[in-house]
Structures are given as C-alpha cells and as structure tokens.
C-alpha cells in the first residue's frame, strides 16, 4: 500500500466535505471553498470525522494516483482552514515593489515598472519594500503566481540581485578578478 495513500484525512471542526459523482470533492471552511474533480479510478469516502482514499488494484498507475489523490483532498482541508502562503524578498539597489488595489508594481532595474494583477482568490501583501507575501486558500495557485512573480526578474549568483524565495538560498559564485 501507499504509505501517503492509506493515511486517512482528518477533518477539523467547521469543515464540510462532500463527495459528488466522477469524484468531485468540495471542501468547505472558514476560509472559503475549493472545488477539484480528482482521479475517477480512487474511491473516495466520508467516514465519520476523516476521509479514507482507496485504490481499486495494485496497477502502477493506480498506486501513483493513490498518494497524489490523498495529497490532493489533503491540501484543500487545510487551505480552507488554515490557508497557504510564501514570502517573496526583493534584493537589490533601486528594486521596490509597491501595492495599490489589487495591483502589484515591481520596479526591477527595467526601463519600465513591471505591473502585475492579483489572480482571483490570491491576496498580495507588502511588508516594506521588499518583502511580498502571497497568500490563498488554493496551494497550487498560490505557489503558480509566487513563481509569476519570481520570475520578472530571478535572482543571480554574482551579486544576489533579484526576486528571492524567503526560504531558497543563493549559491554565490566568485566574480571575475583583474590581471596583475
């Protein structure tokens, strides 16, 4: 069995999981609601307080679909009740990002500011200058437009200029050096 798989889900308080034909799973909580029509070969089941995935044969496919499925219901509980974020940081001379509405401006050394909108259920917001954080209910949109974003201008190893993941580390490489 999959060790992913197999795990049941536990739903928390507040949360309202329903089940509909072809396997469509929405999720409701204080956070709002997700929708997902997920693999139609896994048999997906309520029971009492937590939801139990099952696959129907030991097929490689089935057994690669088992623990992506689980995730997949697993992610969307706890986007509704906790949600997901990441934190973007704007290293560089003159980089700036600013916020009106829900519009998004990156002034990134281009020889124009760089506009971005927020998606729908995806809130940007700033914390100075250079710190971005993403947040939303949905993991997959929220990660989708982080990388959006990074990538206007990605960072570089000689001097670390550009948008950064708060986490992700910079491997720095030594710059050129001079004749004697």
Same mark, same amino acid.
Do not use: C, F, W
């Given at each position: ?44 089941? !309520?029971?009492?307080?937590?939801? !139990? !995935? ?114 992700? !580390? ?11």
């Amino acid at each position: 069995m999959s060790r992913i798989g197999r795990m049941p889900i536990a739903i928390p308080a507040g949360v309202t999981v329903t089940v509909a034909e072809n396997n469509k799973v929405t999720v409701k909580g204080p956070k709002g609601t997700l929708e997902r029509v997920l693999p139609a070969e896994m048999d997906i089941k !309520v029971e009492g307080e937590e939801i !139990v !995935v099952t696959r129907p044969s030991d097929l490689k496919k089935m057994k690669s679909l088992h623990g992506l499925t689980r995730t997949l219901v697993s992610n969307m509980v706890t986007g509704v009740t906790a949600g997901y974020e990441k934190v973007l940081e704007v290293n560089g001379v003159g980089y700036r990002a600013a916020k009106q509405g829900k519009t998004l401006t990156l002034s990134l050394g281009y020889s124009h500011p760089v506009i971005m909108e927020d998606p729908e259920g995806i809130e940007t917001v700033l914390d100075g200058q250079n710190k971005i954080t993403v947040k939303g209910i949905d993991k997959e949109k929220v990660g989708q437009y982080a990388a959006n974003i990074r990538e206007k201008r990605q960072p570089e190893p000689y001097k670390g200029k550009g948008i950064k993941y708060a986490d992700e !580390v910079i491997r720095r490489k030594v710059g050129k050096t001079g004749k004697k």
